[in-house]
């Protein structure tokens, strides 16, 4: 079996850890370099109930997306749930692996995942990183076209159908009969990103975590600036239809897209350098935190219950 250190090396050829924000910290978490890995998990969190079915199953590794520390700590007692799934993780020899911002830059990571699930083509990223060792277009983000344009509510329906189900779904702001055909994705939190989005000229932004201020800032200036077009008078791109409509998603739904990729690409990838290739799973407990939605009584159709 190849050991944890030989697939870590691996997964951060996959993933390169340079690709990530100065503020993020991926990587290897938990474990012992020199502990064998013949199975491995994938999951979006580090959850209490993901920990216990990857222990429960005897894996070796789970590599999530979301990582189970963001901010320093000082300490991994049993007096928090961070500490005692390290303990747990040790006791049972299995190791833990982050893909986060890496993984949302990389090839065939958590953007591209999301926009090829999405029928995106001609993609490119969204803020390209610059990286002299790879032929590959890599950066944050994807941005690209639809083969043919269709109107925002079909391609809305195509996310909602694409995403793993939640109880959350999707929100749409813009006009449903617009037709679309640029798009932009960006897995996970997407606000930040407004001003790049907007200068790519896109007719649809995908992405999570729109929050209210942000995001009704953005659609008062594209309706401000439509309407101007609409008199003739040229600001920001596109006709009459505000651009960019925005579709808002289940923020880890969007990322645990990536894994359909990395279920292929890492057991390959392992067996190609060490001779083995491992068992692989994919745990598909949804962990947005959500578990009912209600009031939700307005179909896609209305207009009048923003």
């Given at each position: 079996?190849?050991?944890?250190?030989?697939?870590?090396?691996?997964?951060?050829t996959?993933?390169p850890?340079?690709?990530?924000?100065?503020?993020?910290?991926?990587g290897?978490?938990?474990?012992?370099?020199?502990?064998?890995?013949?199975?491995?998990?994938?999951?979006?969190?580090?959850?209490?109930?993901?920990?216990?079915?990857?222990?429960?199953?005897?894996?070796?590794?789970?590599?999530?997306?979301?990582?189970?520390?963001?901010?320093?700590?000082?300490?991994?007692?049993?007096?928090?749930?961070?500490?005692?799934?390290?303990?747990?993780?040790?006791?049972a020899?299995?190791?833990l692996?982050?893909?986060?911002?890496?993984?949302?830059?990389?090839?065939?990571?958590?953007?591209?995942?999301?926009?090829?699930?999405?029928?995106?083509?001609?993609?490119?990223?969204?803020?390209?990183?610059?990286?002299?060792?790879?032929?590959?277009?890599?950066?944050?983000?994807?941005?690209?076209?639809?083969?043919e344009?269709?109107?925002?509510?079909?391609?809305?329906?195509?996310?909602?159908?694409?995403?793993?189900?939640?109880?959350?779904?999707?929100?749409?702001?813009?006009?449903?009969?617009?037709?679309?055909?640029t798009v932009?994705?960006?897995?996970?939190?997407?606000?930040?990103?407004?001003?790049?989005?907007?200068?790519?000229?896109?007719?649809?932004?995908?992405?999570?975590?729109?929050?209210?201020?942000?995001?009704?800032?953005?659609?008062?200036?594209?309706?401000?600036?439509?309407?101007?077009?609409?008199?003739?008078?040229?600001?920001?791109?596109?006709?009459?239809?505000?651009?960019?409509?925005?579709?808002?998603?289940?923020?880890?739904?969007?990322?645990?897209?990536?894994?359909a990729?990395?279920?292929?690409?890492?057991?390959?990838?392992?067996?190609?350098?060490?001779?083995?290739?491992?068992?692989?799973?994919?745990?598909?407990?949804?962990?947005?935190?959500?578990?009912?939605?209600?009031?939700?009584?307005f179909?896609m159709?209305?207009?009048?219950g923003?």
């Open positions: 079996m190849p050991s944890l250190k030989q697939v870590v090396d691996v997964l951060e996959l993933y850890l340079r690709y990530a924000e100065s503020w993020d910290h991926p290897l978490i938990v474990g012992d370099l020199t502990d064998p890995v013949d199975s491995i998990v994938f999951a979006a969190d580090p959850t209490v109930d993901v920990i216990e079915d990857v222990i429960a199953g005897g894996a070796q590794l789970l590599v999530c997306h979301h990582p189970l520390f963001f901010r320093a700590v000082h300490e991994v007692s049993g007096l928090t749930f961070r500490g005692d799934i390290v303990a747990r993780l040790y006791r020899h299995c190791a692996w982050v893909g986060h911002t890496n993984a949302d830059a990389a090839w065939r990571g958590v953007g591209m995942a999301a926009a090829d699930a999405f029928g995106i083509i001609d993609q490119v990223p969204m803020v390209p990183i610059e990286d002299a060792s790879t032929a590959h277009a890599v950066g944050l983000g994807r941005v690209g076209r639809l083969a344009p269709m109107p925002l509510r079909a391609f809305a329906e195509r996310v909602a159908a694409a995403l793993p189900a939640t109880r959350y779904g999707i929100q749409v702001a813009g006009d449903l009969d617009a037709p679309v055909q932009g994705v960006l897995p996970g939190s997407g606000d930040s990103l407004f001003r790049e989005v907007n200068a790519l000229g896109v007719d649809v932004y995908v992405t999570s975590d729109l929050r209210h201020h942000p995001a009704t800032d953005e659609q008062q200036e594209s309706i401000y600036e439509a309407a101007m077009r609409a008199d003739g008078i040229t600001l920001g791109h596109g006709d009459a239809h505000m651009r960019p409509a925005l579709i808002n998603t289940p923020h880890s739904a969007i990322e645990s897209m990536w894994f990729y990395a279920m292929h690409d890492v057991p390959q990838a392992i067996e190609i350098a060490t001779g083995e290739r491992p068992h692989v799973r994919w745990n598909k407990t949804n962990t947005d935190p959500w578990d009912l939605s209600l009031g939700a009584n179909t159709g209305d207009t009048d923003r």
